[in-house]
T-cell receptor, first 113, second 114 residues
Framework: DAGITQSPRYKITETGRQVTLMCHQT?????MFWYRQDLGHGLRLIYY???????DKGEVPDGYVVSRSKTENFPLTLESATRSQTSVYFC????????????FGEGSRLTVL | GDSVTQMEGPVTLSEEAFLTINCTYT??????LFWYVQYPGEGLQLLLK?????DKGSNKGFEATYRKETTSFHLEKGSVQVSDSAVYFC?????????????FGTGTLLAVQP
């Protein structure tokens, strides 16, 4: 099915470990985004990408790394996970970067022990 | 800086009741305004939007009017259903609607009882 898929949907890891969350979209949207969702904060932008090989920081980028070698994939890596990174992570895509119309994946729930 | 304030939830209603979820914003200029909905276990999806003052966005029986004089974008529905139970997020985007500048509110949980 066309759309945006995230994996894994659920992940438990330990402090200090590296974790990669995957995101794949089939629409060929130029823009892709990573958000984290925490109670009391709504959604906060971590990183975004305007095209392959073009990425930029969002509101809360510290502790995260992204790459975009292909238009359809936008993985998010936590290089050394901390408890404060326990959250639900959402990947999203958009056609042109200025519509505000995001298409979200189903989310990845990460628990850091 | 720009911000969005939503009413605290949860909002609990009986089926067929009238719904209002308040959203006010602080922003310079003329931001675009959005309502997103998140159903249980899913990602957010755009419900409606308005890009200039006095615009009314509507979708699936929901409406919201962009009121610049009161800096508000309240979400309304005349008759809610159990299937409307979800978390609703108000959001704004300044800077010409740039999506990387989207600011989300904290969300309002709506629970509709049969």
């Amino acid at each position: 099915d066309a759309g945006i898929t995230q994996s894994p949907r659920y992940k438990i890891t330990e402090t200090g470990r590296q974790v990669t969350l995957m995101c794949h979209q089939t629409w060929s949207h130029s823009y892709m985004f990573w958000y984290r969702q925490d109670l009391g904060h709504g959604l906060r932008l971590i990183y975004y990408s305007a095209a392959a090989d073009i990425t930029d920081k969002g509101e809360v980028p510290d502790g995260y790394v992204v790459s975009r070698s292909k238009t359809e994939n936008f993985p998010l890596t936590l290089e050394s996970a901390t408890r404060s990174q326990t959250s639900v992570y959402f990947c999203a895509s958009e056609t042109s970067g200025n519509t505000g119309e995001l298409f979200f994946g189903e989310g990845s729930r990460l628990t850091v022990l | 800086g720009d911000s969005v304030t939503q009413m605290e939830g949860p909002v609990t209603l009986s089926e067929e009741a009238f719904l209002t979820i308040n959203c006010t914003y602080t922003a310079t200029g003329y931001p675009s305004l959005f309502w997103y909905v998140q159903y249980p276990g899913e990602g957010l999806q755009l419900l409606l939007k308005a890009t200039k003052a006095d615009d009314k966005g509507s979708n699936k029986g929901f409406e919201a009017t962009y009121r610049k004089e009161t800096t508000s974008f309240h979400l309304e529905k005349g008759s809610v259903q159990v299937s409307d139970s979800a978390v609703y997020f108000c959001a704004l985007s300044n800077y010409g609607g740039a999506t990387n500048k989207l600011i989300f509110g904290t969300g309002t949980l709506l629970a509709v009882q049969p």
